[in-house]
């Protein structure tokens, strides 16, 4: 049987409070599948949150008390490693509430001016520390460093906009990405939803998908995370 990821990241949302009610909403949903027969349970898939830092800790601890089945996360890591550098957070420092981390978001790359070496960097520090990487690109020829764990192709059109991908084309470029790269595990993100996740999951060389907005909303995550026993 297939084995998906799911990864849904935060951005830059959600104070403690926010968390907690998101976390109690998540918790109360596998309570429900429970009682009802079924189960909310990562099984042989992988569900990853990807957190702001603010979060990491008080995140982690409600995890595992509430013994959710989700991986936690981060969006970004600094491409240096310990040390005087003001304002950045080292996978080092990540690893030790995280077990993933998101490196390359268009994002990143846009509003904070990322090259391809900076995220080389990044990339060499967070496989250093032990963390696992989503290396996002916005298309087959975008370059990819070793040690990337899984790639999330992500059309920058589609980011934010409610305006997916089709499931087919989407197909044609990961397929694309896993030829040239022989990269296992290749996700979709952009604009996923409960009503589409579905359909990009069909698809042969989709191997699950990284939601943003549908993510912020615990009802519609756990319905993504249902969605990999459909």
Not at 11 to 30: C, F, P, V
Not at 77 to 92: C, E, I, L, N, Q
């Amino acid at each position: 049987m297939k084995s998906y990821l799911i990864a849904g990241n935060w951005k830059s949302n959600k104070t403690t409070n926010e968390a907690m009610e998101w976390l109690q909403k998540l918790s109360a949903i596998s309570l429900g599948t429970r009682d009802s027969g079924q189960e909310l349970s990562a099984k042989n898939n992988t569900f990853v949150l990807c957190a702001p830092y603010t979060l990491l800790f008080f995140m982690k601890q409600e995890i595992d008390r509430l013994q959710l089945p989700i991986a936690l996360g981060t969006q970004d890591v600094s491409p240096f490693g310990d040390g005087a550098y003001t304002g950045a957070v080292s996978a080092r420092q990540v690893k030790e509430f995280a077990d993933w981390v998101i490196i390359g978001h268009s994002e990143r790359r846009k509003y904070f001016g990322e090259t391809d070496e900076v995220l080389a960097q990044k990339v060499a520090q967070a496989k250093t520390a032990g963390l696992n990487i989503i290396y996002c690109v916005s298309d087959e020829n975008t370059v990819i460093p070793d040690g990337v764990d899984a790639v999330a192709y992500e059309p920058v059109w589609a980011i934010g906009t409610g305006k997916a991908e089709t499931p087919e084309h989407a197909n044609a470029v990961i397929a694309a990405i896993k030829a040239k790269t022989q990269i296992a595990m290749v996700i979709y993100g952009g604009s996923v939803t409960p009503d589409n996740v579905a359909s990009f999951l069909a698809q042969s060389a989709i191997d699950g998908v990284l939601p943003g907005g549908a993510s912020l909303d615990a009802e519609k995550f756990a319905a993504l995370l249902q969605a990999v026993e459909l």
